[in-house]
């Protein structure tokens, strides 16, 4: 187990992606909090999966739109928990549109859940990482190759992730806390399903052919939160089976 001992935030963890990191952590014997927007049952669902492993873990309701309640969210996580050694910024939400067509209110909701949220939980998260600390943020392969401009404002979003994972690795590298991006490509989640519409299309940029699985992140973010990792920071990481390649 190479994270025994340690207490992690996931965001955005009662399905698809953020729940298998969770899993994954705990797996390595992670204490995990989580948090959620509506999903209630499904993130009761991953806190019990954890528990069953003989882990601490617990649930956070927290609308990642909201500032205050993603501070909060960090402050009820040291409280479950004990502290924080692992942050893993994960929430994100998808909007398609060209500007011609995209909503003020999608351009606010990307920009609030998937730029301000890790951001401002990063801020909350300072304050508790000590030696060895770790932050992990979900970004996309879209930052680098933009297939389509109906994603456009999502790419700008996920793209703010990297200039952002670099300046934060500079500057708490003296504290010894590595902070990282991991960049997906298509995994089958509800965001993405191997099944919908423009699956097919998506394949065809794949050096793989194939939509990656939830493990295939969580098995990333699980060994950048490892000590295996830990002289890797300020860095990015593409898992996206070759489709930028
Ligand atoms: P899903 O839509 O399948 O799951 C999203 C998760 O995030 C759910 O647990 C959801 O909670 C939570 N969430 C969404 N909005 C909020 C919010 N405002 N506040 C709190 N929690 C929220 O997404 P994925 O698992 O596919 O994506 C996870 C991350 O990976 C995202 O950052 C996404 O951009 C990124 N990514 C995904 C790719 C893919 O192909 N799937 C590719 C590249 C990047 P609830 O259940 O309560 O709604």
Do not use: W
Request: hydrophobic residues 50%; charged residues 20%; positive net charge.
């Amino acid at each position: 187990m190479t994270l025994a001992g340690k207490r992690a935030l996931v965001t955005g963890a009662s399905r698809g992606i953020g729940a298998a990191i969770a899993k994954a952590l705990a797996a390595e014997g992670a204490d995990v909090a989580i948090t959620y927007e509506k999903s209630a049952d499904s993130a009761a669902r991953v806190v019990d999966a954890i528990k069953a492993g003989g882990r601490k873990a617990v649930a956070i309701q927290a609308d990642s739109a909201d500032v205050a309640a993603v501070q909060a969210s960090v402050e009820k996580t040291v409280a479950a928990l004990g502290g924080l050694d692992i942050l893993v910024n994960n929430a994100g939400i998808l909007r398609l549109g060209g500007l011609n067509d995209i909503s003020l209110g999608d351009i606010d909701a990307l920009l609030n859940v998937n730029v301000r949220s890790p951001i401002v939980a990063s801020k909350a998260a300072l304050r508790h990482l000590g030696k060895g600390g770790r932050i992990i943020t979900i970004g996309s392969d879209f930052a680098d190759r933009v297939p389509s401009p109906v994603l456009g404002v999502y790419a700008a979003s996920k793209s703010a992730l990297a200039a952002f994972t670099k300046a934060l690795a500079r500057e708490v590298g003296p504290r010894d806390v590595t902070v990282n991006l991991i960049q997906p490509g298509s995994i089958d989640t509800d965001m993405n399903p191997a099944s919908g519409p423009t699956a097919e299309t998506l394949k065809q940029f794949m050096a793989l052919g194939r939509y990656g699985a939830t493990d295939d992140i969580a098995n990333a973010v699980a060994f950048l939160a490892s000590a295996k990792a830990k002289y890797i920071t300020g860095s990015t990481l593409t898992v996206d089976g070759g489709a930028n390649a």
